[in-house]
């Protein structure tokens, strides 16, 4: 048997206002002399940044805020961030936002207590120590990088997106408040959700799958099929926000186990090059690369059709694997996902450097339950362009 493993955070506070009693889930933490709250500006306006800061205050804590995190962060944003705060003595860093800010956060956590810089840490355990301890608290339900020992960055000189993996990188303290993600708009409600989905369906059909693994992506599967439309179409509807929050965490627990796939390295490029956020550009391929798995998964999707609510009783695999691609494909009408590389820039003369750069994503394509060449990934690129 293979061996397989899990990890997370230390401890998860979930539900709705959870936030406003932070202070009472900070545990050791809260003995905290000072912290920084790391953000985005566009978050500032936003009451629940000054309710943290406010629950600190009240703990004695003092604060500061950093909010130059880029959407999409690259190594150069993150080590400008690191040397405006190297020198300063924060005993705690809180993150505050989407999945960049989730992994700003993580990523300058050890470059504080790590004498090394962004680019020698990119890959798997090249951390050597833990860093300062982290709260997370994400905004939007699509990365599940709250629970993972995961973060990306992005390379614009290479025009690629590279993971850090490090046990030292998963936070102390993970607070899921939905109430945060209310009122997300549209684009980054269905972006973000589904990225958590791509999370869960490539950890189900990954070559690391492990019963851990299994548990966490088909109920991540289920919570996001059943929810990411009404979120989507009602933002104030706060159990679908919930679901969608809940779905999202269990997505970053299953690729903690098992890993993403042949999408996401496709998908890394686009975001290094062209910069297509990571949950769109994992939405248009999906149902490409699936259907280009299809011969070797067919029979793995039939409990992932029974999960999207898509069969009841007895079906055939082929059947339930076609349902299944329907519903990805009609996922992206419903919400307005697009289909086209072109509305991005993308030309078919850049399919060959595009495919030539996924093909150095080996971490992620030696996941896929089938082995792509650089002709299968130049040709699944080429189905999104007119």
Not at 52 to 69: A, N, R
Not at 218 to 240: F, K, N, P, Q, V
Not at 349 to 374: I, Y
């Amino acid at each position: 048997m293979n061996l397989y493993g899990f990890q997370t955070a230390r401890r998860i506070v979930s539900g709705c206002n959870s936030l406003q009693s932070l202070r009472d889930h900070l545990g050791p933490l809260a003995q905290a002399k000072s912290a920084l709250l790391i953000t985005q500006a566009s978050l500032l306006r936003f009451g629940f940044v000054q309710e943290i800061l406010d629950q600190l205050s009240g703990l004695g804590i003092e604060t500061d805020t950093l909010t130059d995190v880029l959407p999409e962060p690259t190594a150069a944003n993150i080590e400008e961030m690191h040397e405006k705060i190297r020198h300063r003595p924060f005993e705690l860093y809180i993150g505050v936002g989407g999945g960049s800010v989730l992994d700003a956060t993580k990523i300058l956590s050890v470059l504080k207590t790590n004498d090394k810089k962004v680019v020698d840490l990119l890959g798997t355990d090249l951390v050597d120590r833990p860093g300062v301890p982290t709260v997370l608290i994400p905004t939007t339900s699509g990365t599940g990088s709250e629970v993972t020992p995961n973060a990306i960055v992005t390379l614009p000189d290479e025009e690629l997106k590279i993971g850090i993996v490090s046990r030292y990188l998963l936070p102390e303290l993970v607070v899921m408040d939905p109430v945060l993600t209310r009122g997300l708009p549209k684009p980054i409600t269905a972006a973000t959700g589904m990225d958590a989905f791509t999370h869960s369906f490539e950890s189900f059909i990954s070559n690391k799958a492990n019963p851990i693994s299994d548990m966490f992506a088909l109920e991540s599967i289920r919570l996001i099929s059943r929810s990411i439309a009404a979120a989507y179409h009602d933002g104030a509807d706060l159990e679908a926000r919930e679901r969608m929050m809940i779905g999202s965490m269990y997505g970053g627990m299953a690729l903690t186990s098992a890993g993403t796939a042949a999408v996401h390295a496709l998908a890394y490029p686009l975001g290094g090059k062209y910069n297509i956020p990571h949950g769109v550009a994992n939405s248009m391929l999906l149902p490409h690369v699936t259907e280009f798995n299809l011969d070797v998964i067919t029979e793995r999707l039939v409990p992932v059709a029974e999960a999207m609510g898509l069969t009841r009783g007895e079906i055939g695999a082929e059947e339930a694997s076609r349902l299944v691609i329907d519903q990805l494909l009609a996922w992206t009408r419903e919400l307005d996902i697009p289909q086209n590389l072109e509305s991005y820039g993308v030309t078919p003369a850049d399919v060959p450097a595009l495919a030539e750069a996924a093909m150095k994503v080996t971490r992620l394509l030696n996941n896929n339950p089938k082995k792509v060449s650089e002709e299968d990934a130049a040709a699944i690129y080429r189905k999104l362009l007119p």
